[in-house]
């Protein structure tokens, strides 16, 4: 996957080791009217596939399956540097932030979006 302040997130699957084969467009950043356009910062992925997506404009992380479908967004209180899925059986998505870095529970039932 290739995600380096693009607005794009481009999965390649791989044909053999080190040969990827052709790109798609796995989903695209979530924007509303009037937001400044800012691409993504950092990527991190629970255990189930789903694909937690830094996204500065939004200030918040947008949360994707594997297919790429939208399952939500997860709301900071300020615009995210980058993201990871770690802790205790991989249950907590961290996230840095330029003031601080938060830590929130991943919930199987949401479909792997976070709680507080």
Same mark, same amino acid.
């Given at each position: 996957?290739?995600?380096?302040?693009?607005?794009?997130?481009?999965?390649?699957?791989?044909?053999?080791?080190?040969?990827? =084969?052709? $790109?798609? /467009?796995? %989903? +695209?950043?979530?924007?509303?009217?009037?937001?400044?356009?800012? =691409?993504? +910062?950092?990527?991190? /992925?629970?255990?189930?596939? *789903?694909?937690?997506?830094?996204?500065?404009? +939004?200030?918040? @992380?947008?949360? &994707? *399956?594997?297919? $790429?479908?939208?399952?939500?967004?997860?709301?900071?209180?300020? +615009?995210?540097?980058? %993201?990871?899925?770690?802790? &205790?059986?991989?249950?907590?998505?961290? &996230? /840095?932030?330029?003031?601080? &870095?938060?830590?929130?529970?991943?919930?199987?039932?949401? *479909? =792997? @979006?976070a709680s507080k």
């Amino acid at each position: 996957m290739l995600w380096s302040g693009a607005l794009e997130l481009t999965a390649y699957p791989l044909e053999s080791a080190g040969a990827p =084969g052709p $790109g798609k /467009v796995l %989903c +695209r950043l979530d924007f509303s009217r009037g937001d400044t356009v800012v =691409g993504g +910062r950092g990527l991190a /992925v629970d255990d189930q596939g *789903n694909l937690f997506l830094a996204h500065p404009a +939004r200030k918040a @992380i947008q949360v &994707v *399956n594997a297919e $790429g479908a939208h399952l939500g967004l997860v709301a900071l209180p300020d +615009r995210p540097v980058d %993201c990871a899925v770690g802790g &205790v059986g991989s249950k907590t998505l961290f &996230v /840095v932030t330029p003031t601080a &870095v938060h830590s929130m529970k991943l919930e199987a039932g949401l *479909n =792997g @979006i976070a709680s507080k």
